[in-house]
């Protein structure tokens, strides 16, 4: 039975109960079939697009694939990948789409021009980049191992121990000999993000193949337990970069969200003063401007080697650097599958503080009403 019987039905049937006055049939006009499902088909085997040139990334179409109608997934991949890339349209500007096409350039010609200072970067090397500590707890990878070596000041953000000395100081000079490259070379330098106007994007000269492993390896086990509900157990892509503080560089940056679903950031260098992080509570879009609860205040002073990872959507922000240089890494980490299910689905978030406060005073509101409605109950009872 379709959707318009089983309407014409009910009318029908409220016509009969006298909850509908009895009159012409209430036409009911013909909905859009939608292209794709809100929830994603948890049991379907997404096919890989990755050896296709479609324009998008390719994990976009894997995560896409999921919410197709069920007649949908029964297609070629060619039609799948021609169909989703038609839906893709309605979201990427053309814009969008050109610059994503300059940068693969742009890259592509840094890649085959500059010659790397330390290439012992390239290839991810755990026991010359992590401490043991933090080896041992993700090789255990269970969350008692990973609990040993975290401590969690607030709500959403983690702290450990993670990079040695001897890698902090490969990778400020790695950083430094690229920058010296793009001076020489007169090439243009695209900033890590639109706050930051100093530091360089790793993935740009390199390194992105070591940090896609380092985020598979060794942060997706921790994301997987700590930051589930976020797209942690779906980490596909990251933005990897350095972010430089000090005289003549930026001093501070003012509060705002990471576009990641969580972020990594571990400060590389030892010689400064100030420039410690605040946090400042978890906030969807509609809230990013509102007051901050006193248990979601944390800052947090940088120590070199350590790492914070949090919640992507947490505001923050960075006190001025007043002396020395201050260098951090950060790896945005992002979820395509993730990305996708919250564009389907539009629903409330369940971590944004003042979502939550809101959800939690409505439930208050409604048990007062019902309380007072049986208190007049009891009133009038005889
Ligand atoms: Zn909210």
Redesign the pocket.
């Known amino acids: 039975m379709n959707e318009r019987v089983r309407e014409r039905e009910r009318i029908r049937d409220e016509v009969r109960a006298g909850k509908r006055p009895m009159g012409p049939p209430v036409p009911v006009p013909p909905k859009p079939m939608p292209r794709l499902m809100p929830d994603p088909n948890k049991d379907h085997q997404p096919e890989s697009y990755e050896d296709l040139q479609l324009g998008y990334h390719s994990s976009l179409f894997s995560a896409l694939e999921r919410h197709l109608r069920p007649e949908m997934l029964t297609a070629t991949r060619d039609v799948k990948a021609n169909f989703m890339r038609d839906i893709l349209k309605d979201y990427w500007s053309p814009q969008r789409l050109e610059r994503d096409r300059w940068y693969k350039t742009y890259r592509e010609r840094i890649i085959r021009n500059y010659q790397p200072l330390h290439e012992e970067l390239y290839t991810l090397n755990p026991k010359a980049f992590f401490v043991p500590e933090f080896l041992e707890a993700i090789n255990v990878n269970t969350e008692q191992s990973f609990r040993s070596i975290m401590s969690r000041p607030a709500p959403g953000i983690f702290t450990f121990k993670m990079l040695q000395p001897h890698f902090c100081e490969l990778l400020l000079s790695e950083v430094e000999n690229f920058k010296k490259w793009v001076h020489e070379a007169k090439f243009r330098i695209k900033r890590p993000n639109i706050m930051n106007k100093y530091g360089a994007i790793l993935d740009d000269f390199g390194l992105e193949t070591m940090l896609h492993r380092l985020m598979e390896d060794f942060i997706s086990p921790l994301s997987k337990v700590f930051f589930s509900g976020i797209g942690g157990s779906n980490l596909d892509s990251h933005h990897g970069f350095i972010v430089e503080y000090g005289i003549n560089r930026d001093v501070d940056i003012d509060l705002h969200v990471d576009d990641s679903e969580v972020t990594l950031n571990v400060c590389l260098s030892k010689e400064f003063l100030g420039g410690e992080l605040f946090f400042r509570g978890m906030?969807?879009d509609?809230?990013l401007t509102t007051a901050t609860y006193s248990d979601e205040i944390y800052d947090y002073p940088h120590v070199t080697g350590q790492a914070v990872l949090h919640h992507g959507r947490i505001r923050h922000g960075a006190k001025a650097t007043t002396s020395g240089r201050r260098v951090n890494l950060l790896l945005w980490c992002r979820s395509s599958r993730f990305r996708v299910e919250k564009m389907l689905r539009k629903d409330c978030?369940s971590w944004?503080g003042?979502?939550n406060q809101e959800k939690e005073d409505s439930k208050r509101s409604l048990e007062r009403q019902l309380e007072a409605l049986l208190r007049k109950g009891g009133e009038t009872t005889p």
């Open positions: 906030r969807c509609k809230h978030s944004c003042v979502c």
